[in-house]
């Protein structure tokens, strides 16, 4: 099984964002802030309901306990989750125990990461998320695991170690002993890596974008006119690379007058 070792480059790349019901257990206020400390837990598709903290910034009224809410902001899957949520709306609130015939549905994730091992067997990959930690100022990076189940991926192509990914799926579990997250992928998309010799590549593009210069009596070939032509400005060895714009025409050749001389009595006239 392939590994790769992450660089600087792709956590930059990477982010995780999290939508779905939460339970509101305790709210504690930062002062007289408009940051709430939050104590939640969230659903999984095997297992309890996980604990979570999170950190909410509102000027509205203060949230309350005992609620459930439908939450959209950043998912930092460490051990103990953390949340930073940006926008939230009360679905249920109840004092005590929630009603029987309510079943919270689990959280959809969306992650941008990079892949670190595959099992093809298994039809699972470790990855590398990333995400910015507003508690510690800085990106937080943590392991976890996409899981590929059922046979609608039996015929997707491999994951590629060291390619990066967009993730959307449901927090499948939590393992007991690693403590990563699992999640279950509903769909995958495979993007590409900009590289170092893509962006200092010296080929030219087919077309440029340039300039026109107002009151110039540059002749400057109009792009409809080229692709209605098919054809191109010749390169001129007097620009490097053939240049954008043609060279200016030479200036007109004009006669230079002789001095006129003298021969005799009469005038001489002038040569020419």
Excluded at 33 to 41: G, L
Excluded at 198 to 223: E, I, L, M
């Amino acid at each position: 099984m392939a590994t790769v070792t992450p660089s600087a480059t792709m956590d930059a790349a990477c982010s995780t964002t999290i939508v779905g019901l939460i339970n509101v257990d305790t709210v504690k206020r930062r002062g007289n802030s408009n940051y709430y400390d939050i104590e939640c837990q969230h659903a999984m598709m095997e297992g309890d309901p996980v604990d979570a903290t999170a950190l909410l910034y509102t000027e509205g009224d203060p949230p309350g306990v005992d609620e459930v809410w439908q939450v959209s902001g950043t998912w930092i899957p460490t051990a103990n989750p953390f949340l930073y949520i940006d926008s939230y709306s009360r679905v249920l609130r109840a004092d005590g125990d929630l009603p029987d015939a309510f079943e919270p549905a689990c959280p959809t994730v969306c992650v941008l990461c990079v892949v670190l091992e595959f099992d093809p067997a298994a039809n699972k990959a470790v990855v590398r998320m990333v995400e910015f930690d507003r508690r510690t100022s800085r990106r937080q990076a943590q392991n976890g695991v996409v899981l590929r189940p059922g046979r609608r991926w039996d015929k997707a192509p491999p994951l590629r170690v060291g390619g990066l990914l967009h993730v959307r799926g449901i927090i499948h579990s939590q393992n007991d002993v690693t403590r990563l997250f699992h999640i279950a992928a509903e769909s995958i998309t495979f993007l590409p890596m900009s590289t170092a010799s893509d962006a200092t590549s010296s080929t030219p593009s087919p077309k440029k974008r340039k300039f026109v210069r107002k009151g110039s009596t540059t002749n400057v070939v109009d792009d409809n006119q080229a692709e209605a032509s098919g054809s191109a400005l010749p390169d001129d060895p007097s620009t490097p690379s053939g240049g954008p714009f043609p060279p200016p025409p030479p200036p007109p050749s004009t006669p230079t007058p002789q001095p006129a001389t003298r021969g005799g009595k009469g005038k001489g006239k002038a040569t020419q």
